[in-house]
């Protein structure tokens, strides 16, 4: 768990430094909503925030909670993403890793205006979660990212 913990750290830290050094960037930011398959359906709540390197590159770092009814009961299970956008055209290619307390699951997919992104990837169960079953295999998830403070100038 300690490992984990300086994972995460280490991941925010490196997004905040990354934005803090892009002069005249400033971070978009607000809440998301989405589905995930993976071995059962989970609906997810994050915050995020996004920012650009430089000018033909996004990177978002978001944090939030996976929902699930499972084997009679709720369950809820916390949960760090990192996204890496490989273009700023109408589609956005993009490289994320998520990571929770029993899973890591890195991910490939493609966001429209990063508004819409639609993802594919592999879970890999680190442990598992007491009274539930393991979280590995295939995902795939839908997530809406609703931008609070993005204007066009």
Known sequence: MKKLILLLFFSCSLGIGFAQT????????????????????FLKFSGWGLFAPNDKQY?????????????EQTTVIPELGFTYYLSDR???????????????????????FSIIDFGLGY???MQTKSNFKPLEGFTASINLN????FHLN
């Open 59 to 71: 990177m978002k770092i978001d944090a939030g909670a996976n929902l699930s009814w499972m084997r």
């Open 22 to 41: 892009a002069p005249g960037k400033t971070w978009i930011w607000g809440p998301s909503v989405g589905w995930q398959y993976q071995r059962g359906n």
């Open 90 to 112: 109408l589609l956005f290619p993009f490289l994320k890793a998520e990571i929770t307390p029993y899973t890591v699951t890195p991910k490939i997919g493609i966001g429209v």
């Open 123 to 125: 879970g890999f169960a």
């Open 146 to 149: 609703i931008p609070l403070n």
